[in-house]
Every structure is written in structure tokens, then in C-alpha cells.
């Protein structure tokens, strides 16, 4: 008997191509708890970050703009860099990082790359750290505590909703943060302080080695000791500055503690390079064309508002326009770029427009806060679907594999209804039947 011709009626691209899952993240990102949560986040960054350059202006730091301010700024320009490099498709470019970098539009002809974008963001903060120092200590930690409970809250959610296609509650995401408070708190710390404590008894060993005809012996015949420090330290190094951000997706996805997350995150990356590698490039490019979508649908928002409300304010110029030419709405909101959609409130206003001109800047900056709020949304849906994939390629641990808390009763399965029993009344008897002696039955309306 001949065999059965097979259609091929669909093709499984998540199990032929995992990287495909990677494509996913847009619904991961746009969710609305992500995006309330991790917009917290950045105003309390915003907060803190100024309160410290008032602080440190009234120390007697002289800076018209402020350390957190002229940081920021940088690192936006270098973020909105490497997103238009990732859009052309150049992850690695012919720019400098160390050159002068001024705001310009995030599409733009040079030939920057996204590494090296990436690495001026990097030396951006080595800087910081190394020209201000007590600052940087200051504000990183609080940045840690911030991040710890909000961002592991988000990575929470995306590590459910990836897993399961559930949507909890914000209520069950905090509270699983402040549950796993303290992995998320120490995880980034411990290879740095690991880094801490190894190259200070290499500075023991060097002292030994500093002690005159003795030490330089010892020195000599214990050296293979300081090279393993050596290696330690950049596997460390290695291991922090790859594997770091998948961290939190560790503690999200297995419910585990910070060395566990330090164990995985350095064991998945430093086994299978290449794959974090291509996951990476993958996310970048694909996050960066989802960043542009999101940035031109909330330029033209601004756009539109400022265009249709600012012609009902100006009577459609017939009247009610300053003496340059200009509207009342331009005076208190000038009309936003694609290259700037920061809200920029009237200088040349006063009085009740004056206050205005803030209430309105206000509200821009919790629209373009909500496109800040979504590219972290995408970066953390990312680094987690990579954590996925990295797993599955490592351990073969199935894709729907994520802690679940027995008692989280949102997310488990509602038992089913016991069985009910239905009493069934006999039937009752016809009297117009009746029953011969041989069990047969007759009736008058039963034929013979």
C-alpha cells in the first residue's frame, strides 16, 4: 500500500529559527503596567539626579547645567546614536567616541556604529565615576534601590506574560520584587566586589613581594597564583559586563537568589557565545526600528496637538497673535522636532501664561516620559527573551518554564467544580397497562 502523501500545511519558525521569538517583544513591551512602572522609574531618576546638582552647587560645584544634567544629556545623545546606527545597519562605525558630540536628530548620515555607541555610554560613566566619585557612589545606590524594586517588577511581568501569555497585576509584580528585594539589590554588586576583594590580596602578594632578598623569591615561585587572579578578574569583568543584563531576567524567570542569577547569567553566556552574540544583533536592530515607530507616532501626536489647538488659540491667525508673528500657544509651547520632542516652555511669557506654559510642559513631558518608559520597556522584554532562548540552547529547558508561586492564586488554574449528581424520579406507572401472568403487558390501547 503506497504511503500517504504529507501536505506541509505550516511551518513551526519559532523551533527553526528561535531567534524569531526575539520579534515578540514589541507586544511584550507595549504594556501599560511595564510602561506606568518603569515611568516611575525615570521621574524618580529625574528627581533624584537634580536634587543631587542642587546639592552639590550649593558643596560649591560650579556648573551651570549640573553633573546629572550634562550626564544624561550625553548618554540620550549616545542612546539615539546607536538606534540610528542599528536602523542602518551598522553595529560597528568609523566615528570617535571621545569626539565632541552635540544633540542632532537620531537619523543622521555619520558613520557611527552601535558598539560604539554603546561603549562611549560605558565610558561615560567610567568618567563619571572616576571625576566624581562621591556622587556617582551616592547616586548609583539609590539608582540600585529604585531599579531593584521597579525594574524587577517589570521583569517580572515580561518574564510571565513571554512564558505564559498571562498579564498580572501590578499588585502580584511588586510584590514579587520586594519578595526577591535583596537578589536584585546585590546581583550587579557581587562580580565587582568579587573583582574588589581578588585584586586586594593580589596587592597583599605584592606587598609580600616588596620585602627585601625574600619577598622577590617568593614573589617568583608564587606567581602563577597572581596570574590566576589575573584570569579570574577578567572573567569576572567579562562575565559583569555581558552577562549583567540578565541578571534580573534570572531572578524574574526562576524565582531564584543573586548567585543563582550570577551562576546562569556567566555559565549561558560564556558557553554560547555566538548565540548571545546573534540574539543581541537581533534585538538591537529590531528594537531600534520599534523605538523609530514608537518616537514618529508620538512626534506626530505633539505635532497635531500643537498644530490644530494652536490655530483654534490664534483664530486661525485672524487674531489673538504676537507682535514677531507668533501664536499664543507658540509663545507658551513652541512646536516640537523630530529631533527634539522636549518640551521647551515660552521664555517671552508672564503672568497667567507663564504658568501655563509649565502646566502644558508638563504634560508633554509625561507623553515623551511614556516613549522613554516604552524603549526600557523593549530593552528589558529583550535581554529576558534572550535569557529564553539562552536556556533553551543551554539546559533544553522548554520555553513555558517560569516560577510561579503557589500562592499566587491569579495565575493558577481555578479548580474545577465538583460533580454534581441529578436524582432521577422513576417513572410513574400507567394504570392503563396491566400485566399478565406470564409478565407480558396489555392495555386497551396496546395492540394483541
Known sequence: MADDPQALRRIDWGACFPFTRLFRIFRLAANHRNLLLLLLAFTLTYLVGTAMDRIWRWGGYESDVGIFAETSERMQY??????????????????????????SPPIDPAGYGVFESLFGIAVTKIGLAREHPLYAGIFGLIMLVIWSLLGGAVCRIIAVDAALDEKISLREAIGFAREKFIGFLVAPLIPYLLVLVIGICLVLGGLIGAIPYVGEIFAGLFFF?????????????????????????????????AFDAISRSFSYVLTRPWHTLLYAAVSIVYGAICYLFARIVVYLLLAATHLFVGAGMTG????????????????????????????????????TEYFASWLIALWVWVVVGLLYAFVGSLALSGVTTIYYLLRHDADGTDYEDVYIDEEDVDLAAPPPPPPTVTEFAAPAEDDSIDHDASGSETGDDVDA
Not at 577578567?234 to 540578565?246: D, H, K, W
Not at 504676537?322 to 503672568?351: C, I, Y
Open 78 to 103: 549616545l542612546g539615539a546614536r546607536a538606534a540610528a546606527a542599528a536602523m542602518r545597519g551598522h553595529l560597528i562605525g568609523q566615528g570617535s567616541v571621545g569626539d565632541e558630540v552635540v544633540p
Open 225 to 257: 597564583l597572581a596570574l590566576i587572579g589575573g584570569f579570574l578578574i577578567a572573567l569576572l569583568v567579562i562575565g559583569a559586563v555581558v552577562g549583567s543584563s540578565l541578571m534580573y531576567p534570572t531572578i524574574a524567570v526562576e524565582g531564584s537568589d
Open 316 to 351: 486661525f491667525g485672524t487674531w489673538n497673535q504676537h507682535e514677531n508673528g507668533l501664536g499664543k500657544l507658540d509663545l507658551m509651547w513652541q512646536m516640537p522636532t523630530f529631533s527634539s520632542l522636549v518640551p521647551r516652555a515660552g521664555a517671552e511669557t508672564a503672568g
